[in-house]
């Protein structure tokens, strides 16, 4: 893994090997702008939240700059990830010294880019960057809106925020960052066409500049941006005065299963991804003091589902307005997709699935999904790959889903308000929707060209021709693919949590080779009395009260939940070692106003029972 230094707010770097990135002054290297703020709404700015914008800024400006290097699978541990090691200015220094703060920061932005952070924060020297000088184009204070939403401009955002002005009748405030001025034209493009159409008292727009100066890109899987994004909406929300905002994004894009076996890890982005966006709301909590909800809309829909929502807003006419490609460098005035990313591949799809292909030609892309040749580079295989993907998925049984596709389990005990099992049968639907969407376009595309199909006039190289000659689509899974799939399989028959707790040792060990110590320890240890008692007696295991648990480990209750979600996270491996869909509550409940308790479907076995099977793996 190579390592990275980025000292931020400095002119000079301390050694060769250090990168220097600023958001102002004569070493000015990253570009900070958000327009159209009204007055009211920058008096109302913390200086907690220029801190905030200024870390987004340089976490998604280096990423852009630091190569990954190659992305063949045997060389994904050495080349792919990266070590990012920021030493970063701020004017609150207490908060972002806060350990349960940056452990949140380092948590979600590990999880969310594939890559290892460490932040060194201090003290900004005075005077530091005037917080007006980020804003431009101050206008008059407006009228509250009921939202606050981001839009990127492509199909997903666009249908939320229609849905919402004329569906669900709400004002919006939408917040759209960009890195080129081709994008800020298409936001401000579809954001022209709403208020022609009657909707300039309901709606406001503030875009965000965020991006390198003087630098080209390196890397362009840009991993954080939706860090960067979520920062930025968290602000203007906040300067609103609300503790809450919303992503509009499918379900199925939202969970991202990587295309085939190479596409692994930080690969398959992880913009939405529901455990993403409880880490960010957990931040966001932490450095403001007050619960902050980051609220998906489009989570339970597919892409078709979302591009219809276009349509039933009476806006089909504003589709081929919308751009989903992320490679605006390569488009023209009348070509915005280049066709052949995994993002046009699945826009694409979409269109096609809820019958607007008349709304958006096919010569708006570079590269016709069905029809054109794609033999250059791994334009043909990456499509392949999107076909074989839910090909797959079609064919998949409920009791299959989570051991053909295990990616699923790290995100089953995200969703509030719904159980493991819930969000599995939900998620399990919604992809089983999406893969017959994609069924039924080709399908229906073989019998549009069954005639040049039979006569081989389309290029052998097409999807279409591909899918047609081959039979079957698939792509070849990993050498020991059934070997692990039977071996999760056989676990799946062990459906209770067993554990065991050592006193001696102070340890709580489970099945698989996981074990819990130290703080993790004494938490289970604080319940585990109430919960053999009731065991003994045959009765319902008491909740011991947030404040007693919190006396007892002679920690804030603050102290306490964080490290109860400590606990939880250390556990999560067990989703794929015992083939137990784990959310919260299966070791640990948590009822409101009651208090915590084992759960008491789980099991205690001796210490004996445990090792005798099981290697030792110690976590903190």
């Known amino acids: 893994m190579k390592q990275h230094l980025i000292e931020c707010g400095v002119t000079a770097p301390s050694s060769e090997e250090a990168m220097v990135m600023n958001v102002h002054g004569p070493a000015k290297n990253v570009n900070l702008r958000i327009d159209y703020i009204s007055r009211t709404m920058l008096s109302n700015l913390p200086d907690l939240l220029i801190d905030l914008l200024e870390v987004a800024a340089y976490v998604y400006c280096a990423d852009q700059r630091l190569a990954r290097g190659s992305d063949q699978l045997s060389k994904f541990g050495e080349s792919w990830r990266r070590s990012l090691r920021f030493k970063i200015p701020v004017r609150d220094l207490a908060v972002w010294q806060d350990p349960d703060v940056q452990e ?39 009228d509250e809106h009921d939202e606050v939403a981001l839009f990127s401009g492509g199909v997903d955002s666009f249908a939320g925020a229609v849905t919402d002005l004329v569906a669900n009748n709400r004002s919006l405030t939408l917040v759209g960052h960009y890195s080129s001025t081709k994008v800020r034209s298409v936001q401000e493009g579809l954001i022209a066409e709403l208020t022609r159409r009657g909707f300039d008292r309901r709606l406001s727009y503030i875009p965000v500049w965020v991006s390198n100066e003087g630098v080209r890109a390196r890397e362009y899987t840009q991993r954080t941006r939706s860090f960067l994004f979520a920062c930025l909406g968290l602000v203007v929300a906040r300067m609103s005065g609300k503790d809450r905002f919303s992503f509009y994004e499918n379900g199925v894009v939202s969970i991202n299963l990587p295309l085939a076996g190479d596409v692994v890890g930080g690969r398959a982005t992880r913009t939405t991804h529901p455990k993403v966006l409880r880490g960010l709301e957990q931040l966001f909590s932490l450095i403001q003091d007050r619960e902050i909800r980051i609220q998906t809309p489009l989570q339970w829909l597919t892409k078709k589902e979302v591009t219809a929502k276009i349509a039933s807003a009476g806006m089909a006419d504003l589709l081929d307005q919308t751009v989903s490609c992320t490679r605006p460098r390569k488009w023209t005035e009348s070509q915005k997709h280049c066709g052949v990313c995994s993002q046009c591949i699945d826009r694409r799809f979409g269109v096609l699935a809820a019958g607007l292909a008349d709304q958006e030609p096919s010569d708006r892309y570079m590269q016709d999904l069905l029809l054109d040749d794609r033999s250059s580079g791994d334009d043909l295989r990456m499509a392949l790959a999107y076909v074989s993907l839910f090909k797959k998925i079609a064919a998949t049984s409920k009791e299959r889903f989570l051991v053909d596709f295990p990616e699923i389990v790290s995100a089953v005990g995200h969703f509030p308000g719904l159980t493991a099992s819930e969000a599995g049968d939900r998620l399990y639907d919604l992809f089983q929707r999406h893969a017959r969407s994609v069924e039924d376009v080709i399908s229906s595309a073989v019998r549009e060209h069954g005639t040049a199909l039979y006569r081989n006039e389309l290029p052998a190289a097409s999807l279409l021709a591909a899918c047609y000659n081959r039979g079957h689509v698939e792509i070849s899974p990993p050498s020991n693919y059934d070997t692990d799939a039977k071996a999760f399989m056989d676990r799946l ?57 919190a006396d007892q480990l ?67």
């Open 104 to 142: 949140a920061l380092i948590d979600t932005l590990g999880f969310l880019s594939d890559d290892s952070y460490s932040f060194e924060f201090r003290q900004a020297e005075t005077p530091v960057q005037p917080k007006e000088l980020y804003f431009h184009d101050l206008i008059d204070p407006a």
């Open 493 to 549: 028959s062990v459906q209770t949590l067993e554990f065991a707790f050592d006193d001696e040792q102070e340890r709580v060990h489970f099945q698989g080779g996981l074990t819990l110590e130290g703080a993790n320890f004494k938490i289970v240890a604080a319940l585990i009395e109430a919960f053999r008692s009731a065991k003994k007696r045959q009765t319902e295991v008491p909740f011991l009260p947030a404040p007693d648990l």
């Open 554 to 620: 002679s920690i804030s209750e603050q102290s306490m939940r964080q490290q109860l979600r400590r606990l939880r996270e250390a556990i999560e491996s067990l989703n794929v070692t015992m083939g137990i869909p784990m959310d919260q509550d299966t070791f640990i409940q948590t009822r409101e106003r009651a208090g915590y308790r084992l759960n008491p479907l789980c099991r205690e076995i001796a210490v004996a029972d445990i090792l005798a099977v099981s290697p030792i793996a110690h976590t903190p």
